[in-house]
């Protein structure tokens, strides 16, 4: 009887309908983030921990450009005093990684559209082992 119980529990909650407004948020702009953290704290458990796998994984991608960010600006300032050519090389890998970047936020906002807790590729798996429980 218990286990019938439980299994109805776990229905319910996979097919319970979650805010995905804040989850998209969160993926968008730093700003939407900020919202979006702020808009979490008055969510009910399940919709909570929903939510907070998204903001860990908006925040893994915030953390992720900014890293690139200051690596790029700091190779361009070295690259820009020894040779032009390496300068072009960098701004077509950087536009690459715009690209990358640009991908895994579409992906993680179709995650959060469908209400999935999907981890990005490639680097998902380790924010979700870095962050383990933030945001919750």
Known sequence: MENKELEEKDNIEQTAEYDRTPAILGYLT???????LIIQVNKKENERIFLAFHLRQAFGLII?????????????????????????????????????????????????LNQETKTLPFMGRKIESILKKTFE
């Open 64 to 112: 992720l450009s900014i890293i690139f960010i200051l690596s790029f600006s700091i190779l361009s300032v070295i690259t820009l005093s020894f040779h032009f050519g390496a300068l072009s090389i960098l701004n077509i890998i950087s536009f690459l990684f715009s690209i990358i970047y640009l991908g895994l936020i579409i992906i993680g906002i179709r995650n959060a």
């Open 30 to 36: 730093f700003i939407g983030f900020i919202i979006a």
